[in-house]
């Protein structure tokens, strides 16, 4: 249920109203709705809550069911495209969020040198794991903190955002200190414990898609996060599990266009998880933008070969350079998502 | 097994080999290598066959085995790439190959005035389906060859090539009369008796994927037709089924970049098909020529919404125009697959 | 819609009807229903069709609406489940049809001493391919109208009954001189023109599943035959394409409790191909018989590793004699599906 | 890298030398290897470590390579079947393990009716979630440990053992002092932080196949409980995504005989999720028990379209009662795992 409040509501009065709704035993978000403040009622509706129990508050102008699932994520809810901005850096705006960096960090000069490679093509935010979800123990699991701690110094030294993905409830606290944005990977999109953690966070989300999740259960996904209170999800598809191995995955591109009209959150694209072949990156990067995605998420390493992890979807600095060349110059053509929203 | 040929070889010189290997009992191709004119030997190579025995031929200049499985459509049989001229429209070279058309031919009338509509927003093949193959046997299945006749009749009136659906080895020799490609559905890509018998048509042949083929299967049913005799084989990915049902199929963009890269044929995109979805169609042609595909197939009605069938992914003239103008702009910036391939 | 007849109704008199009804331009097949005999309108109900044109006719008691979209198989139609009697033997009866044999026949010897082993193990029908559908047009195409010969003389010569494939229209005439079931394969479950070719033939048709066949296209495929005149189909469930591929297909036996609520035909199960590994063969056979399959179809060979294609697949006589054993006394456990049906 | 130890090692000697690797920096594993005892290399083998640093060591007789990834769930690292027992009940032995119950705890009342019930019927383990993984964040998401506390107080009631899942690291501990096997769901499959806490629990784990998870990926999951010290992990097949809809999940019962044959470890099916379909859930049950599955988990309601989640796939008493008599028919003509690994 939407609580539509009038025009002229001051934040203190909907503050105000919240409090008493959340003392009534309903838990509530602050949305807009057009051009009017709302409040959603997310739960607490069960028996025999009526629309007349909420029409009677003077700040309430009408009372409007909800029509779909997405009480928080859907563009029903929120006609504008929200833009997420980090320190100056726009996700959802007009300007492509273009994150680069190697699959893992590896050290402290690794990072580092990647880091000024890929500011110098373009690329405004650096990527890098440190807690890496790998299908075998035996593999290496990355360098943890002190991982996260290069991230955020070479990512500090050129002047660019940093993003890396966490595992476990237990190390957002620890990775907030670091990064812009906190990263959940695909095998960990249903894992709702930790949706909710980073949902009470106070940095943006990137959220990849799952292996084999719907477009309704991505949305879901971010729907957990928004319901804790952060509003700032970025969505990332990363291609689905299917039954041609020949690519690693199958880049789903169409999720661009419906993920935009179904919700006003950011969406950008991993061609490199995407795709798993070196020479298939850029081209599908190109065709991302084609579609108005709003950034990339790029896997690039300034000696791909020898990349500890994901070697054979890693490109190098000059491959990620080309890349941008294209990318930019398709953006020039085709624009960001906010005009293709009227 | 291919026969290199020497360089200064005439084609009547070629034309005799061949006579002798087919009279000794293989199956034979002419082809090109490089600069080379060469002849595939397709089978009869089983038992003890030698190189030696064909070295000693003086028009032989060197032996080669296969390298992969795919004796005709590969690139490492032909290095340049395939351009399918009809009629002067060429498929595969600098220009897209735009097919537009409704689902199914319904009337005489109905298929010239969208004939009129495609052709003034830039289409150069009307595509339009006499034999439809429904899941049910009880849906409307095509007027037959009175309708093949009504597309044709159509196409010339209004400068255009046209394309449309054979499902039946003995409709080959029908629909050659009438139209200049003939189509193979997706689910008559498996078919193996259709794919030999369109594979001795002098027609071209568009192959669409199959719902569940992979790139290995989609090239070797290609190889089928070519092993037949015909050269003129266009791919089209048209979307494959997995898990996601929001969309009709998931559209397979990376099959552009990696069948361009293992194969010397053109390849089309249907999004159409591929998603199902109206407002989803002119996003995908525009990542699709964005990602060089050598053309498109779009399903246009002047009356989508009463269209006999597929009215939900079938789109207006005006929409179709809106389409070109961004493909063209796009494919203004990207150019061909030509050069790509260097 | 379905024309429920009197209970007393002669067959001359539905006879008669069926053809005024044809004269009217209505296609129509006789059914059962319930315990009264009944015919279903196929086609020809578009325009301003009513339920008053037909109960005029005396020998109609009622006109009901079709309840779903399987006019012929589906369980609505015909209560009773269909028992298929080719020469005393019953498919879909209490006994088990088990068909065994080579994947391809190779020679008049193989085909025969593979006959007498599987009779000898419990076998009461011989399979074996003459034309195969092979993915690469390079690869063994089967023996062909030879090798249908063979088969139905090694079949009659060890007392069993025979099924092998047709790929093409042009070859159901010359299959049903020699077998007493025309197999379609997975490949051509989307082959509309073959499906209707096969429900001309007076021969039951065995439809295997696509590989990315719903259980409603499935069903509809078998529509597609009956509502050409055969009403003897035979399902069979073979595997589907996931993104599993340790096995070769992901073999799906709900199929079974799903497709005998759903129809009134039979149903069997082929763990060679739906498997893909000869040491699951066994176990994957037992499960289908205890979820009361109509029968089984196994590739058996009496050198498996030398069969000239499936030999991962191939078990030998007896591995077949094992595995027969145990289904015989799960048969014995669990009967067959008659009853399941009450 | 496996330490084949001699045949004549104390426990003491080996645990002497499992202390001495320790603290060299491997992380280790005692195993068994065919009759021998044998200490697994985890990890610290990078760089220049030789097999001879080891072959030095009295109690070394011979050093063996991996031979696959799985160093600890693989057949070839232990050739006896894993018999896990719980206060009595043993699981990968001879008798079946029911695990039956609720999809979720709903009230203390709720939960002792049914164990009453599915006790009565056959049952010796009571299934009922208090954590429930919801796609969406506004479903009820279950009792938490109040809800663990009735399942206890119900299970011991009536004799029997509790399984119930575990969605986050933190709820380990707590969970642990309920249950008596921790459940890993489908969704956390991939969630390798959670994998390694229950890795630590003394719990066994029953650990649910992904939505979209290989058999490869499978193994390696539960390769992460057991490289943190836990052997007692059961593997649950549950369903796998495809593209049929008509199921919830399709269920790929090959799993049962291909994880029984890589694995040493007990394999148990779960025919609720695997079909999502009431009438299903026997006869998949049935199969399951055919193909020498462990053991099975059931969703069972004394009120089945009462239940608050799952409702169409979970069976009344009754239905749970004639679905055991038909499994018990089948376990004693087909017996279990265990004979068939000889």
Do not use: W
Request: hydrophobic share 45%; net charge negative; proline share 4%.
């Amino acid at each position: 249920m939407i609580l539509l409040l009038k025009r002229q509501c001051q934040l203190q009065q909907i503050q105000a109203l919240v409090s008493r709704l959340e003392f009534m035993g309903f838990t509530t978000a602050i949305i807009e709705q057009g051009s009017h403040p709302a409040i959603a009622i997310l739960s607490g509706l069960e028996g025999d809550v009526m629309t007349e129990h909420f029409i009677e508050f003077p700040e309430v102008e009408k009372v409007l069911p909800f029509t779909n699932k997405y009480k928080l994520v859907g563009r029903d809810v929120k006609n504008t495209k929200t833009v997420i901005n980090i320190k100056g850096v726009e996700i959802g705006g007009k300007d492509l969020a273009i994150m680069a960096g190697p699959c893992a960090i590896e050290s402290e000069q690794q990072i580092d040198s990647i880091a000024e490679a890929v500011k110098a093509k373009g690329a405004n935010i650096l990527r890098g794991g440190a807690f890496k979800p790998r299908t075998s123990p035996y593999d290496f699991q990355g360098l943890g903190e002190s991982g996260l701690r290069f991230l955020q110094e070479a990512a500090q030294r050129h002047g660019l955002l940093c993003v890396s993905e966490v595992m476990d409830v237990n190390d957002v606290a620890c990775a907030e200190k670091y990064v812009d944005i906190l990263q959940i990977g695909s095998r960990n999109m249903h894992n709702f414990a930790l949706l909710k953690a980073v949902g009470r966070s106070k940095r943006p989300v990137l959220l990849k898609r799952g292996l084999c999740a719907t477009y309704h259960e991505f949305l879901l996904a971010a729907e957990y996060i928004m319901s804790e209170g952060n509003p700032n999800v970025i969505f990332c598809e990363r291609g689905i599990r299917t039954f041609e191995t020949y690519t690693r995955n199958t880049l789903d591109l169409a999720a661009v266009p419906v993920i935009q009209a179904l919700s006003h959150l950011p969406i950008i694209v991993d061609p490199s998880h995407g795709t798993g072949i070196r020479h298939l990156v850029a081209p599908m990067a190109t065709a991302a933008i084609a579609l108005k995605a709003d950034g990339l998420m790029v896997e690039v390493h300034t000696d791909p070969d020898k990349s500890l992890s994901d070697a054979k979807q890693t490109i190098s600095p000059a491959m990620f350079g080309e890349l941008m060349q294209t990318v930019n110059a398709i953006h020039a053509v085709c624009g960001s998502a906010q005009c293709a929203v009227e």
